[in-house]
Every structure is written in structure tokens, then in C-alpha cells.
């Protein structure tokens, strides 16, 4: 990825700049078409059914007995991970945290303990776009899909008192968690997939496989050493009008890629579309992005960025970049009435894109 200039950035927030922006990358993707979009070649494909979803690592052909038993035991870990963070399983540790944790501390293991204080970072540095204490927000949507209506505004008014990263309350020495309130409810649904690849890939690192591909549930991907001959593996970016269709190309090595979008998942109510991400600061869905993709080093970072840029929007989430200089985002507004996709690259080297014409 490129450098980004802070002038510039600045300057980028700006209506007309942005325009020009991404005129800019507009020619720059049209130049690309005369590239060749890389393809995948032969792998060794392990998948296994965790987090409501598929997880798949993909592999080179080669050295298959080795990395294979590598990457069955990744993909154990992923269920273990899954154990240790859902909150569909009452015996599961963050399910029991969260019943536990507004009445006194909560010890808990070093893993969890640590993530939470990431997630808690992330949140302060995006200034609530992301928020491991949305649970309630999200618990109170799903019951009102259920039932096939939405939530009142005095629901939503009375829940969002208890979501704000400032109520998780962590306690290095001890090792402990603690809600400040009764009604916290932590969910890491927007950082706990890529995590878990992380983890699954660290493994693989851990077991001499280098070049590798894990993602979870097509959204949060990261890619290790090379494939089929290419600088990177390459990973389609969904067109988010046209979800089965890719946008693009990107060739990723060593970095991870996350997106967020509502078009797969989203309901209708008296004839008006929400969709699945809700601003934890509004309680509502977010309505202004169709995706945003993130380029990170790691994919907890990506899915995690790509959730709090998504509720942010172009402009302030491009405010929060300077707090993650080795991030790059891809945005999807939406379009004008009877234009093309016009996205926003930032941060993104073009030499790793490559447009395939939609």
C-alpha cells in the first residue's frame, strides 16, 4: 500500500476532492483492464462449519501430508475459539461473561482478556463506529425480526444507554472483565471471525506452512506467501449490487481483507429495506454505505475497521485513518440515480488491483 499524504487526505474530505478522487481511481482501475486479473490455480481445499458459517483454508499442492495435518488442526482451533466467543451457546465464556460481569468482575483467559482490550482500543479509536457492547442493540433487532416489526424508538432509547465501550471495565493485573451497569452485553461479532483466522493462520506459520489462504464466511480473509505463481493469492472483491459477481481482483500477501455489507443480509418492514449493521451510537441500521472492504495486517483489524467504516461513512472514517496508518479501505457509497458504482480506494496500491470491467 501506498503512503497516504496528509495533506491530501485533508484536502479528500472535501466534496469536489473526492470527486476528483475518485475520477482519478476510476482511470486508474480502466488502465488495469489491460493487466491480466490473476486467477487461482490448483489448491488443497479443508473447510469445516463454524460461527454460523464456512471456514476454509486453502492450500498449495504441495507437501500435502504435512500442511494438511496443519490446517485439520487449525480449523479444530477455529471450534474452540468458537466456544470460547459465541454468545448462542449458554456454556460458552463470553455468553457467561456477559450474564456475570454486571454483578462483579470476571476473571477469564489471557486470549479473551486481550481481545477485549483490543476491541475496546478499536472502539475508542473509531470513535464508536466499532463497539464490542453492542450486544443489546443487535439482541433487541433480532427479536424484533422475529416478530416481524421493528424496535420502538423508546426501545432503542433505553437499550443504547447500555452500549458504549466506556461500561467494559478491564483489570490487567487480575485478568478480570466488569460492566459498569446491568444490561451490557458484549458481542464480537464484528471482530471475532477474523480472529479466528488470524489464530488459525498463526498456527499454520507455527506448523512451516507459509503459503496459505483462511477465511471465514467469505468476509474476513487473510493471505500468506504465494499462489499458482503470483506475488499474493489472488481474492475476488464482491461487486455489492451484484453480490455474486466480482468488482475486482486484489492480490493479497501477507495482509487480510474484511467487508462489510448489507447485501446478503437484510429484511424488509411495511415495504422499507434495513439492513443488518446498526450504528451503535443511533441504535438504528446504517443506511449511507452499500460495503466497505479493509486491507489490514491482520484480519480482526480488517473485519473490525471495515465494520466501524461502514457505520462512519467516506468522510470520518477517512478522519480515523491516520490512527492506522498501514490500513487500506475500499468504500461502496451508493449510487446516484443512474450512475455506475463509483468506488473510493485508499491507501490501496494499484498494482494489487485489478478491475475486472462490471
Known amino acids: 500500500m501506498t503512503a497516504p499524504n496528509p495533506h491530501n487526505r485533508r484536502e479528500f474530505l472535501t466534496g469536489q476532492s473526492a470527486r476528483s478522487e475518485i475520477e482519478r481511481i476510476g482511470q486508474n482501475l480502466t488502465e488495469c483492464t489491460a493487466r491480466q486479473v490473476p486467477s487461482r490455480g490448483p489448491t488443497l481445499l479443508l473447510r469445516t462449519v463454524a460461527m454460523a458459517c464456512d471456514f476454509d483454508i486453502m492450500l498449495n499442492p504441495d507437501g500435502a501430508g504435512a500442511q494438511l495435518e496443519a490446517a485439520s488442526d487449525a480449523l479444530e482451533l477455529v471450534h474452540q475459539l468458537e466456544q470460547l466467543m459465541s454468545v448462542y451457546r449458554d456454556d460458552a465464556t463470553l455468553s457467561q461473561l456477559n450474564h456475570a460481569a454486571s454483578i462483579s468482575a470476571v476473571p477469564i483467559e489471557d486470549d479473551l482478556w486481550k481481545l477485549l482490550q483490543r476491541a475496546k482500543q478499536i472502539s475508542e479509536q473509531t470513535a464508536g463506529g466499532f ?207 443512474g450512475r455506475n458504482l463509483e468506488p473510493l480506494f485508499h491507501n ?6 485489478f478491475f475486472n470491467g462490471n
Open 348 to 353: 490501496v496500491s494499484p498494482e494489487r488491483v
Open 131 to 337: 463497539d464490542p457492547t453492542a450486544g443489546a442493540l443487535l439482541s433487541l433487532w433480532r427479536r424484533a425480526r422475529q416478530a416481524d416489526t421493528i424496535p420502538s424508538t423508546s426501545e432503542i432509547a433505553t437499550t443504547i444507554q447500555s452500549v458504549g465501550a466506556y461500561h467494559l471495565l478491564l483489570d490487567e493485573a487480575a485478568s478480570t472483565v466488569a460492566f459498569d451497569r446491568q444490561g451490557v452485553e458484549l458481542n464480537l461479532g464484528a471482530i471475532g471471525k477474523g480472529y479466528a483466522v488470524d489464530r488459525a493462520g498463526e498456527l499454520l506459520l507455527e506448523r512451516g506452512v507459509q503459503n496459505w489462504l483462511v477465511h471465514g464466511g467469505r468476509s474476513s480473509i487473510r493471505a500468506h506467501g504465494c499462489h499458482a505463481g503470483h506475488d499474493g493469492w489472488p481474492v475476488g472483491l464482491q461487486n455489492p449490487l451484484l453480490p455474486d459477481k466480482p468488482f475486482a481482483t486484489l492480490l493479497l500477501r501477507d495482509q487480510a481483507l474484511g467487508t462489510s455489507g448489507t447485501a446478503v443480509q437484510w429484511f424488509r418492514h411495511e415495504g422499507k429495506r434495513y439492513g443488518h449493521i446498526l450504528d451503535p451510537r443511533t441504535g438504528w441500521p446504517v443506511e449511507s454505505m452499500m460495503s466497505v472492504s479493509v486491507i489490514a495486517p491482520d484480519a480482526a483489524l480488517a473485519d473490525a475497521l471495515s465494520t466501524a467504516f461502514f457505520v462512519l461513512g467516506v468522510e470520518k472514517a477517512l478522519a480515523c485513518c491516520d490512527n492506522f496508518p498501514m490500513v487500506g479501505a475500499i468504500f461502496f457509497p451508493p449510487p446516484k440515480q
